[in-house]
């Protein structure tokens, strides 16, 4: 049976070749900081009220110029091909179903235009990374604000792709006929993914700077937002260089083995720039109770990155509309009995660590 995400993610395993699953779990070093995630959401209780009214629950919410039905998107992940053969086009319809943003890869297998005309519902982010061809990551957004896109997310956390030791030791390689059509699109011809980890060394900007972002500011009106930013100072930095908001992510523990656990950042981010700033987060959110415990510690909403993958590979469109429903109404059953009725009604209150797991 499907109850949980963790049966999604069985159930994905066993259809998945090893390689590909590697590639999906696995995080940089030896996962210390993908374990970190997790584990972070053990550190905390909620302080349930009772003695309110939930008969009616609201968990919409507008964010970044859209209504979401949930504080949940669609974290980018790169090709979707890998676990079901109409790769994004499966996705993007499931997003819009539940009333969901989906954040479509730079390196998606299908193109922002061909998700745009195929499910003109769903609402679609763009995520880029800053090229060492910057005319590449302007043609990224460029195409998708023409393709009605309603924010870019740009990854900052990414000089390079970290060192994954699980695909260094199988020695991943992109499986034959998986191809990055999005940037292929903005390139002009089809980028050799075949090692993902070469290709970032090729590529992406290291010397990526604030600078670049005031840059990619000044290339749309869409919201840009700041992917993988994991201390109050680097947000500040982020919205003085125009960001609309920052999502607080260690690249689902991919890139640094040895960065802290999202959670354990967020409360810091969000005293940084106060409570009027959104700020995101994604990083290890499995259940409906994550979500609720990552915006009692001051989120506004969440991206989910590998579940999303999970139910593609189980089900396609269904299983990614299996994986979304399951968090919503997990987080509405955990409103319920903590005497939240509203997304504005939940604060730091609801909190408070597990006893004995903090020093
Ligand atoms: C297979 C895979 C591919 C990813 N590809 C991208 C990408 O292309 N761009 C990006 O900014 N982040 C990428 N990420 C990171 C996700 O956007 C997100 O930060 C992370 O998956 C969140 O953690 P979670 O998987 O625990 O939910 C990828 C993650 C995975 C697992
Ligand atoms: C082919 C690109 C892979 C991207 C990726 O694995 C990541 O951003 O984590």
Same mark, same amino acid.
């Given at each position: 049976m499907l109850l949980t995400l963790s049966d999604y993610e069985a159930e994905a395993q066993a259809r998945l070749t090893k390689p590909v699953w590697d590639f999906v779990t696995g995080g940089a070093g030896e996962d210390g900081t993908v374990r970190a995630n997790r584990r972070a959401f053990d550190g905390w209780r909620f302080r349930p009220r009772v003695g %309110?009214?939930?008969s009616s629950i609201d968990v919409s919410t507008k964010l970044l110029g859209c209504s979401w039905q949930a504080p949940i998107a669609i974290a980018p992940t790169a090709l979707h091909e890998l676990c079901a053969r109409d790769g994004e086009l499966a996705t993007a319809p499931a997003a819009a179903s539940v009333g969901l943003p989906f954040t479509v890869s730079t390196?998606?297998? =299908? +193109?922002i235009e061909e998700l745009a005309a195929s499910c003109p519902q769903a609402v679609l982010w763009q995520q880029v990374y800053v090229f060492k061809d910057r005319s590449v990551t302007a043609s990224l957004v460029e195409r998708a604000h023409a393709a009605g896109a309603g924010a870019i997310l740009v990854t900052v956390d990414s000089p390079w792709l970290g060192r994954r030791h699980r695909d260094m030791r199988g020695e991943f390689a992109m499986p034959p /006929?998986? %191809?990055a059509r999005n940037l292929a699109a903005s390139t002009g011809d089809d980028p050799d993914i075949v090692s993902p980890s070469a290709h970032s060394r090729r590529?992406?900007?290291?010397?990526? +700077?604030?600078r670049d972002i005031t840059w990619l500011s000044g290339l749309t009106d869409l919201p840009v937002v700041c992917k993988g930013v994991q201390t109050g100072e680097d947000a500040v930095a982020a919205r003085e260089a125009g960001a609309a908001a920052v999502v607080v992510s260690n690249h689902g523990g991919r890139? #640094?083995? /040895? @960065? =802290? @656990?999202t959670l354990d950042a967020l409360p810091e981010v969000v005293a940084a720039v106060g409570p009027d700033y959104p700020v995101l987060m994604d990083g290890g959110v499995r259940s409906g109770r994550d979500v609720l415990l990552a915006l009692g510690l001051g989120a506004s909403a969440v991206l989910v990155g590998r579940p999303v993958l999970h139910g593609l590979a189980v089900a396609g469109t269904a299983g990614v509309a299996g994986v979304l429903t399951t968090l919503v109404e997990e987080l509405v059953d955990a409103m319920g009995h903590c005497g939240r +009725? +509203?997304? =504005? @009604? %939940? /604060?730091?209150? #609801?909190v408070t660590p597990t006893l004995g797991a903090r020093p």
């Open positions: %309110i009214d939930v390196f998606g297998s =299908r +193109t /006929g998986v %191809i590529t992406m900007d290291p010397s990526l +700077t604030w890139q #640094l083995e /040895g @960065a =802290r @656990a +009725t +509203t997304l =504005r @009604a %939940i /604060g730091h209150d #609801l």
